[in-house]
């Protein structure tokens, strides 16, 4: 089956610098990768996903970059703000609809 | 739309207990998962559905898990007896149509003493 890996497991920032979380997937039949946030006692919310036809994708301060050789996917923000300090899953699609966590980056802004 | 909508939102249970978590995924959505969300293992999805049917519980840590979906709109996750170790929060989400997007429940905080 698929397999997700994610780095780093936290990342500390100043507020206004840009941060950079990594995934790795396994299946390269794999076509679909959402990022999702999760605030504290809160549900995981999707914040933008990426198909395996587009490289790179992009909405107001975020976006995700696709390298499907690599079999790899990354999250850009910009400009981070403290509300942006959330726990950060990827995920992959392997099979129709089943999604495959990464184990989720800690993304703490600091004013 | 109400969202997914789950109950309870807070468990707490002795160990040896039934425990019986209920899920209602948005109308018209044709898939519904049951994820288990601890700080050592992450997320983990347990079983799905499509149109009602069991299509893959080999996320289902054992036996004392049983998952059902008597119709589009209702489903149940249930442990009998429970352990300490169940101790998670529980999450089910829902999606439909040619979206890969799944939206999540507010989750049930399931404690076992």
């Known amino acids: 089956g698929e397999n997700v890996e994610q780095h780093p497991s936290t990342l500390s920032v100043q507020e206004g610098d840009s941060a950079v979380i990594k995934c790795t997937y396994s299946d390269s039949a794999s076509n679909y990768f959402p990022w999702y946030k999760q605030e504290l006692g809160k549900r995981p919310q999707l914040i933008i996903d990426?198909?395996?036809?587009?490289g790179e994708k992009k909405d107001q301060r975020i976006a995700v970059t696709l390298n499907k050789t690599a079999k790899h996917f990354s999250l850009h923000i910009t400009e981070t703000q403290p509300e942006d300090s959330a726990v950060y899953f990827c995920a992959a699609i392997s099979g129709y609809s089943t999604l495959t966590f990464g184990k989720g980056t800690m993304l703490l802004v600091s004013p | 739309d109400a969202g997914v909508i789950q109950s309870p939102r807070h468990e707490v249970t002795e160990m040896g207990q039934e425990v019986t978590l209920r899920c209602k995924p948005i109308?018209?959505?044709?898939?519904l998962f049951w994820y288990r969300q601890t700080m050592m293992r992450g997320l983990e999805l347990l079983i799905y559905f499509n149109n009602n049917v069991p299509i893959d519980d080999s996320g289902m840590p054992e036996d004392r898990f049983s998952a059902k979906m008597p119709n589009a709109s209702f489903s149940t996750l249930k442990i009998q007896p429970s352990e300490p170790r169940d101790s998670a929060v529980y999450f089910c989400a829902s999606t439909g149509g040619i979206s890969y997007e799944q939206y999540f429940g507010p989750g049930t905080r399931l404690t076992v003493t």
């Open positions: 109308s018209g959505h044709d898939y």
């Open positions: 990426i198909r395996s036809n587009v």
